[in-house]
C-alpha cells in the first residue's frame, strides 16, 4: 500500500469551531509531515513528526494544534482559525533515515474558514 | 528565503512537443526533486538526483543538475495531454524539503 490518505476531503469551519484533520500510512514510514497551500503557491512546511516526536514547527501559530497518536496517524487540530487559513493541507510521509527524503503525499483537506 | 525560483511560471504548448522548466536556488542544493501536482490534488515524487549526478533520465524525463549554478532543468518530451499539471523542484535535505515556487504546464490537445 503506497497511498496516504486524508480526511475529510473538504472541510468548511467558522472562527469559533473546532475540527480535525486526519492522515494515515501504511508504508511504515516514520516521519509524517503537515504542509499548507495557497493558491497558486508551493506547499509551505508546517510541521515534521520523526518517529512520533515531533521534530519541526516552522513558527506555526497555536490555533494549529498537530499530534500523532501514532506511527500511522496524524491529526492537525484546529481551532480560532482566521479566514486567511484557509487553504489546502497536505499531508505527507517519508522514511525519516533517508536523506534523500522522497516524500509520499496524500490528495489534501480544502479548508475553508468563515 | 530558501525557497526555489522556477521558470517559466506557465508554458502552454501542444501535444508531442517538448517542454522545458527551470529550477533555481539561492540556498546550496543537497539533492534535487522533481514533483507533479494535478490540479488541487496531492503532490506526485516524479524524480530525484543526487548532488553528485549532472543528468538523469526517466521514461520521458529528462533532469540536469548544475550545483555551482544552483539550478536543474526538467525536460518532458514528446508531451501529452495528461501531463498538464503543476511541477515543483524541491531542495531535499534531512526531513525537509524546500519547494520552488512552480511551472503550470498546459499541454493542448
Known amino acids: 500500500d503506497t497511498e496516504v490518505t486524508q480526511t475529510p476531503k473538504h472541510l468548511v469551519m467558522g472562527m469559533t469551531n473546532k475540527k480535525s484533520l486526519k492522515c494515515e500510512q501504511h508504508m511504515g514510514h516514520r516521519a509524517m509531515y503537515w504542509y499548507k497551500q495557497k493558491a497558486k503557491k508551493p506547499p509551505e512546511l508546517m510541521f515534521v513528526?520523526?518517529?512520533?516526536?515531533?521534530?519541526i514547527n516552522e513558527s506555526v501559530p497555536s490555533r494549529f494544534s498537530p499530534e500523532c497518536p501514532n506511527s500511522s496517524l496524524l491529526n492537525l487540530h484546529l481551532h480560532a482559525l482566521q479566514p486567511e487559513d484557509s487553504a489546502l493541507y497536505l499531508c505527507?510521509?517519508?522514511?525519516?533515515?533517508?536523506?534523500?527524503?522522497?516524500?509520499?503525499f496524500g490528495p489534501g483537506t480544502r479548508l475553508t474558514v468563515l | 528565503s530558501q525557497q526555489g525560483e522556477e521558470d517559466p511560471q506557465a508554458l502552454s504548448i501542444q501535444e508531442g512537443e517538448n517542454a522545458t522548466m527551470n529550477c533555481s536556488y539561492k540556498t546550496s542544493i543537497n539533492n534535487l526533486q522533481w514533483y507533479r501536482q494535478n490540479s488541487g490534488r496531492g503532490l506526485v515524487h516524479l524524480i530525484l538526483i543526487r548532488s553528485n549526478e549532472r543528468e538523469k533520465h526517466s521514461g520521458r524525463l529528462r533532469v540536469t543538475l548544475d550545483t555551482s549554478k544552483k539550478s536543474s532543468s526538467l525536460l518532458i518530451t514528446a508531451s501529452r495531454a495528461a501531463d498538464t499539471a503543476s511541477y515543483f523542484c524541491?531542495?531535499?535535505?534531512?526531513?525537509?524539503?524546500?519547494f520552488g515556487t512552480g511551472t503550470k504546464l498546459q499541454v493542448i490537445p
Open positions: 513528526y520523526s518517529y512520533e516526536k515531533l521534530s
Open positions: 524541491a531542495n531535499a535535505g534531512y526531513q525537509k524539503v524546500t
Open positions: 505527507a510521509s517519508s522514511q525519516p533515515t533517508s536523506s534523500y527524503n522522497e516524500q509520499f
